[in-house]
């Protein structure tokens, strides 16, 4: 059993920087990945980003188009996070984000995730 607790999210200009967080409970944090993902309202969840964990490969790391160049995942296994920096945000971007965990990024990329947090709420004003 995994929990995730998203926070960070808020309110932000366009072109602003927000970092979200997301902190996991449990021993076996680090072999999992972690994922960020996002729904709009009327638009169904997309996949943002996501982290391997330590087996096999740590620290490889994966984004949809729209978020190359702007966002940034980084985890912390001794301290159970993982992190979303979003830089140059766009009002597109407004969302609820969610952290998610799985076995491996191909499944979490495709939202096959074990566990997922209770989402933050990033709204992105022009």
């Known amino acids: 059993q995994v929990q995730l607790v998203e926070s960070g999210g808020g309110l932000v200009q366009a072109g602003g920087s927000l970092r979200l967080s997301c902190a996991a409970s449990?021993?076996?944090?680090?072999?999992?990945?972690m994922g960020w993902f996002r729904q709009a309202p009327g638009k169904e969840r997309e996949f943002v980003g996501a982290?391997?964990?330590?087996?096999?490969?740590?620290?490889?790391?994966t984004y949809q188009d729209s978020v190359k160049g702007r966002f940034t995942i980084s985890r912390d296994n001794a301290k159970n996070t993982v992190d979303l920096q979003m830089d140059s945000l766009k009002p597109e971007d407004t969302a609820v984000y969610t952290c998610?965990?799985?076995?491996?990024?191909?499944?979490?990329?495709?939202?096959?995730?074990?566990?997922w947090g209770q989402g933050t709420q990033v709204t992105v004003s022009s």
């Open positions: 982290i391997s964990g330590r087996d096999p490969w740590a620290g490889i790391t």
């Open positions: 998610a965990a799985g076995p491996s990024l191909r499944p979490l990329r495709d939202g096959a995730a074990d566990y």
């Open positions: 449990g021993r076996t944090f680090s072999n999992y990945a």
